[in-house]
């Protein structure tokens, strides 16, 4: 089992490529932490989770604020003592349309869950994982080529990188590997939301043609890409930015 006796957060796993990541690290021997606002959502996948006789706590917050960051921390704390794992996985996709058309209370909610929301969890799960010198901490970013129309989004993601980055650094002396992954293109509600918005940011015909080339995944599929990052078999890579697209990336996973 690769993460037997690891608690490990999981931000936005209520559905999609949260809740495969639960299931995945559940399966392999790790007590979970679950995070979304939807409280349904996330219970449904705990007791998911308690069916297969695995350990699952549910915690309804909005991690884009900090006192709601604070008390998931807590709530972890109590029910497990400890935590090895942060999984920054809960995102949105904010307003789609022309930059000229955003407003500044969109521009910043965006940022605001998708990057500050990580920059919170970071910093409140630290204290442990540097009382510990050890953990890992695996962000959800997306691609770094632009998407016209869905610019807060993509600047907020690709801010995760970036912060990935710095942590990295910053944590080296504590054994605590932080890495950001791509994990493709998903059929997810996410891009439910993205394709219904028309051919403003990504149409059907290029949905179309993604499912053709292969390169429509299911969450279950980069679920496996954040499994291996918070395993032993990753502690050497720190830093990095990997994409569940990358031939070498897909190869790694399948031989680890
Ligand atoms: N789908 C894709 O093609 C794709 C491509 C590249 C990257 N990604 C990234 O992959 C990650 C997972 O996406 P997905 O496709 O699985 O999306 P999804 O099905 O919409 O799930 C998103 C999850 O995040 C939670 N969430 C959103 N805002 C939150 C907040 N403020 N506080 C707490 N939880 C919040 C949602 O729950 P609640 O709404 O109940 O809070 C939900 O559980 C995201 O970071 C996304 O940006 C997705």
Same mark, same amino acid.
């Given at each position: 089992?690769?993460?037997?006796?690891?608690?490990?957060?999981?931000? /936005?796993?209520?559905?999609?490529?949260?809740?495969?990541?639960?299931?995945?690290?559940?399966?392999?021997?790790?007590?979970?932490?679950?995070?979304?606002?939807?409280?349904?959502?996330?219970?449904?996948?705990?007791?998911?989770?308690?069916?297969?006789?695995?350990?699952?706590?549910?915690?309804?917050?909005?991690?884009?604020?900090?006192?709601?960051?604070?008390?998931?921390?807590?709530?972890?704390?109590?029910?497990?003592?400890?935590?090895?794992?942060?999984?920054?996985?809960?995102?949105?996709?904010? =307003?789609?349309?022309?930059?000229?058309?955003?407003?500044?209370?969109?521009?910043?909610?965006?940022?605001?869950?998708?990057?500050?929301?990580?920059?919170?969890?970071?910093?409140?799960?630290?204290?442990?994982?540097?009382?510990?010198?050890?953990?890992?901490?695996?962000?959800?970013?997306?691609?770094?080529?632009?998407? =016209?129309?869905?610019?807060?989004?993509?600047?907020?993601?690709?801010?995760?990188?970036?912060?990935?980055?710095?942590?990295?650094?910053?944590?080296?002396?504590?054994?605590?590997?932080?890495?950001?992954?791509?994990?493709?293109?998903?059929?997810?509600?996410?891009?439910?939301?993205?394709?219904?918005? /028309?051919?403003?940011?990504? /149409?059907?015909?290029?949905?179309?043609?993604?499912?053709?080339?292969?390169?429509?995944?299911?969450?279950?599929? =980069?679920?496996?890409?954040?499994?291996?990052?918070?395993?032993?078999?990753?502690?050497?890579?720190?830093?990095?930015?990997?994409?569940?697209?990358?031939?070498?990336?897909?190869?790694?996973?399948?031989?680890?």
């Amino acid at each position: 089992m690769k993460l037997q006796g690891k608690t490990a957060i999981i931000t /936005g796993a209520g559905r999609g490529l949260g809740r495969c990541t639960a299931l995945a690290f559940a399966r392999e021997g790790a007590k979970l932490v679950l995070a979304a606002r939807s409280a349904e959502e996330i219970e449904h996948v705990a007791e998911e989770l308690r069916a297969l006789r695995k350990e699952a706590v549910a915690v309804a917050v909005d991690v884009s604020r900090e006192a709601e960051v604070n008390r998931l921390v807590q709530r972890a704390l109590d029910a497990y003592g400890t935590i090895d794992i942060l999984v920054n996985n809960a995102g949105s996709r904010g =307003p789609i349309g022309p930059i000229q058309e955003i407003s500044l209370a969109d521009w910043e909610e965006t940022l605001r869950v998708n990057l500050t929301s990580a920059f919170l969890c970071a910093k409140a799960v630290l204290p442990t994982l540097m009382g510990k010198k050890q953990g890992k901490i695996i962000n959800v970013a997306t691609t770094l080529n632009p998407r =016209p129309n869905l610019t807060p989004y993509m600047v907020a993601k690709a801010g995760m990188v970036q912060f990935t980055k710095q942590l990295s650094r910053e944590l080296k002396d504590f054994h605590i590997q932080v890495n950001a992954v791509h994990p493709g293109v998903m059929d997810t509600r996410m891009q439910e939301e993205i394709r219904s918005a /028309g051919p403003k940011a990504i /149409g059907t015909d290029m949905f179309d043609r993604l499912k053709e080339e292969g390169m429509l995944h299911t969450p279950a599929e =980069p679920a496996r890409l954040i499994l291996y990052l918070a395993s032993a078999a990753a502690d050497g890579i720190n830093g990095e930015y990997l994409s569940f697209d990358d031939k070498e990336v897909k190869f790694l996973i399948a031989h680890a």
